[in-house]
């Protein structure tokens, strides 16, 4: 939680093939093509319906349970876009 001084692990229950960051969130692809969030949640950037900071990686449900399958992801400072298999891009967060 809050800042780290010397890097820590992240346990990821599942086998990430991609990692991007922002100024203050971080996301991840799994083998899935699934996309997981974490960070500072503010306007909504992670996708989660809701603008709570996350301390541990969360998978975003909205694009997986529609079977949604993400092949990029790239972060801004106040936002997050997704890039999928089908080239359809969504995005989350402040404008």
């Given amino acids: 939680t809050g800042m780290q001084m010397l890097p820590r692990l992240v346990r990821m229950k599942q086998v990430i093939k991609s990692v991007a960051c922002g100024s203050q969130h971080t996301a991840a692809i799994n ?26 990686p969360k998978r975003v449900d909205h694009l997986a349970d529609q079977g949604i399958r993400v092949r990029d992801v790239q972060l801004g400072g106040y936002h997050s876009c997704f890039l999928t298999a089908e080239d359809d891009l969504y995005m989350c967060g402040r404008d």
């Fill in 31 to 56: 083998v899935d093509d699934h996309v997981l969030t974490w960070g500072t949640g503010w306007f909504g950037r992670l996708g989660h319906g809701d603008d709570a900071n996350r301390y541990a």
